[in-house]
């Protein structure tokens, strides 16, 4: 663990996390400096800042061949964290978007930087090469999302929310810091690169492992809100503001799976025959009950809620199938479902500050009222159904074809007929979306240029997605190939 | 020399008690003691691995951890003072607002 | 080796028999004779006023929560000082960044009003 010589190449690796902190420090200033009827300008501010440092990023930070450990082995620079970096950085930005015209939101700067901050967490969540930079990262991660939650001070469901989501995040996070000091405590280094090889000559009985790794587990399925560390998904994004709530169901979601990914395939190798079973099964559950529990839902949010857990289930296959497609599999669905579920939430959003509800009724005659935005939530919610040509068709291929590839053939079988269970409740409020009639219809919808710009994004990325997959599948590919 | 055993004996006691006290109890307060207790379990046993292997990563650990439990309480009882102003309990039964 | 620890249990075996001996000693040898005023509450001499168990203003909160964040966090001084020399410049530059995040929260706090009395 020597301090290891100082270099440019050490600064051009966390190029991103230097640039997400600067923003950050740049938000809360200018908190304070402008007046208030200034203040929704942060919006704008931090969502060109992440554009830019996307930007910038992509042009100085693409990592080399071959990755290499920056800052003492505490960090790892390779593909896969890169494109995990990039998939943040959107989906903050995205959601920055959103935030600008959310009411509780726009016009508090601690909310942009707390998102900001939480970015920061997830970057480094991405490339964490050490038990103690992971679980930094996890919590720098969690901690600015539990104020996020519960941010609506006033209000009993979003304090409620916040609190729910630090119980269950605090509790998940010891039982997975127990597993990480066991970890420690049989190979004597805390880096995660070092310790499969260490754990292997060691003679530890494949129980203890088995035990430890479903401590650290833990930690990671509330993450992805895998069953059964899911109940505290529907309330959490019941109570929190609309666009956290997206944030929380693709952002956070997708920095547990980055996490997973490189934890099961680096710590674990030797005893894969344990843990895909185990992997596969969580993976059924999650699904069933993610799409059942959604049927009988009547408030759009909570039902968003239970089709992300049961996202979650899908992008699992990919992981239990542990094979270079696999993987690729995961982060390709992971970058699908994050434009289509943000534009999914940015409808509810809209649908919510207008009308102030966000139950299924709400809906009816949203064709009639805004006609664009009826469109963006029958792409999106088509998206999350599977339904071509849209990104989460290729996604679902995908992961389908890699549980097959990896003779896990009743995983696959499993998830198509749960695809079809949850197009019946996706077919459902679009019904109500384009058929129900409603007093209001006259009444067009205000939507505000943050939103349209947002939403014509995230379209725009599910169709592409869906269409010229071809880059986005070779980016998915490289990313992969850095865990094997 | 106190045995590494009897460490990690008094460290997953200390964390069952802490899984106990999340589960059992009801006051919000009470259960972010036994929060506490199941952080400080692991880093009791993060210490004990460090002084064994003479290796100081284990104890560069407690004190991140240490932080991040500073950090996760301050929030936390924010929480519950919002919470208080609202409800005027904070016991975790009543926080059911949210259902379905 | 545990019988290192002996002087400890010999020194908690005496602590104890010697508190339990002073009670015993003291109720059998002294006067008992109690008055309403002996049985209250000592307040440095003063009558007692007010519940025993009155609450605290929750603006102390505010600031307890500030100053265990930025209590915790000098924690990150003492490992940095005691290998100072050996970081050079690299670990000041470090550490200025460090402080210097430290300084915008401490500052936003500030400005925000979290220490304000009123």
Redesign the interface.
């Known amino acids: ?1 020597a ?1 290891g010589p ?1 270099n440019a190449t050490m600064i051009l690796a966390i190029l991103p996390q230097i640039g997400l ?1 600067a923003l950050g ?1 740049l938000v ?2 200018l ?2 400096l402008w007046k208030e009827n200034q203040k929704r300008n942060l919006g704008w501010l931090t969502a060109s800042g992440l554009a830019l440092i996307m930007v910038l990023a992509g042009v100085f930070t693409a990592p080399a061949a071959q990755p290499v450990l920056v800052f003492g082995g505490m960090l790892r620079h390779d593909w896969l964290s890169f494109v995990f970096q990039m998939i943040f950085l959107f989906g903050a930005a995205l959601t920055a978007l959103f935030a600008m015209d959310s009411e509780p939101l726009s016009r508090k700067g601690e909310a942009y930087m707390l998102l900001v901050a939480a970015t920061l967490g997830m970057t480094l969540m991405a490339s964490a090469a050490d ?2 930079m992971l ?2 990262a996890i ?1 720098m991660t969690s ?1 600015p999302l ?2 996020l939650a ?1 941010f609506i ?2 209000d ?2 979003s ?6 989501y ?2 269950f995040g ?2 998940t996070s ?2 997975m ?2 597993g ?3 970890l ?2 049989f190979a ?3 880096q995660i690169y070092q310790l499969a090889g260490i754990l292997q000559q060691g003679q530890f009985s494949t129980f203890t492992l088995i035990a430890v790794l479903m401590l650290v587990l833990v930690g990671f399925s509330f993450k992805v809100s895998a069953v059964p560390f899911h109940f505290w998904a ?2 959490v994004y ?2 929190s503001p609309t666009p956290i709530a997206g944030f929380l169901s693709t952002a956070s979601k997708a920095a547990g799976f980055a996490v997973l990914m490189r934890f099961l395939l680096v710590v674990f190798p030797m005893t894969e025959h344990y843990w895909i079973p185990l992997l596969a099964v969580i993976s059924t559950a999650t699904m069933i009950v993610g799409n059942t529990l959604a049927l009988a ?3 759009v949010k ?1 039902l968003l809620a239970y089709s992300s857990i049961a996202q979650a289930g899908y992008m699992l296959i990919g992981v239990a199938s542990v094979s270079p497609l696999g993987i690729t599999a995961s982060v390709f669905y992971l970058t699908a479902y994050l434009v289509t579920n943000l534009a999914a939430f940015g409808v509810v959003t809209i649908v919510g500050r207008s009308t102030g509800s966000d139950e299924l009724s709400a809906y009816a005659g949203l064709s009639r009222r805004a006609p664009g935005l009826a469109m963006v939530f029958l792409v999106a919610l088509l998206s999350l159904g599977g339904i071509p040509p849209f990104g989460g068709f290729v996604g679902k291929i995908l992961v389908f074809a890699a549980a097959i590839n990896s003779n896990l053939i009743w995983l696959a079988v499993l998830g198509i007929l749960n695809s079809i269970i949850a197009l019946y409740y996706y077919l459902m409020v679009l019904k109500v979306v384009y058929l129900y009639r409603s007093e209001d219809e006259n009444r067009p919808l205000a939507i505000p240029r943050s939103w349209a710009i947002a939403m014509g994004l995230c379209v725009v990325g599910i169709l592409l997605l869906g269409t010229v997959f071809g880059p986005w599948y070779q980016w998915s590919v490289t990313a992969a190939s850095s865990l094997f | 020399m106190v045995p590494l055993s009897y460490y990690l004996m008094l460290s997953a006691v200390m964390f069952f008690l802490g899984v106990l006290g999340v589960m059992l109890r009801r006051n919000a307060i009470i259960i972010f003691m036994s929060l506490e207790l199941m952080f400080n379990a692991a880093n009791l046993a993060f210490v004990a691995f460090a002084l064994y292997y003479h290796s100081l990563s284990g104890q560069i650990f407690v004190f991140f951890v240490m932080t991040v439990a500073a950090a996760e309480v301050a929030v936390g009882l924010a929480l519950i003072v919002a919470i208080f102003r609202t409800k005027h309990s904070i016991n975790v039964d009543q926080l059911s607002s949210l259902k379905g | 080796m545990l019988l290192e620890y002996l002087p400890i249990l010999i020194l908690m075996i005496l602590a104890l028999v010697l508190s339990i001996l002073v009670i015993v000693l003291g109720t059998i040898f002294g006067p008992h004779r109690p008055t309403p005023r002996k049985g209250l509450p000592y307040e440095s001499g003063m009558t007692p006023f007010g519940p025993g168990t009155r609450r605290v203003s929750v603006r102390y909160y505010l600031v307890a929560v500030l100053f265990i964040l930025f209590d915790v966090e000098v924690v990150f001084f003492l490992p940095w000082a005691v290998v100072f020399r050996k970081l050079g410049v690299f670990g000041l530059i470090e550490m200025l960044v460090f402080i210097g995040i430290l300084l915008v929260g401490y500052v936003y706090a500030w400005k925000k009003g979290a220490l304000e009395w009123e």
């Open positions: 663990m301090a100082f902190l420090v809360s200033i908190d304070l038990l103690i679980f930094l919590e901690i539990y104020i519960g001070v006033g009993n469901k304090t409620e929310s916040g609190f729910k630090l119980l605090a509790t010891a039982v810091l127990y990480f000091s066991l420690y405590g004597g280094t805390t529907p309330d019941e109570g839902q009547k408030n909570r």
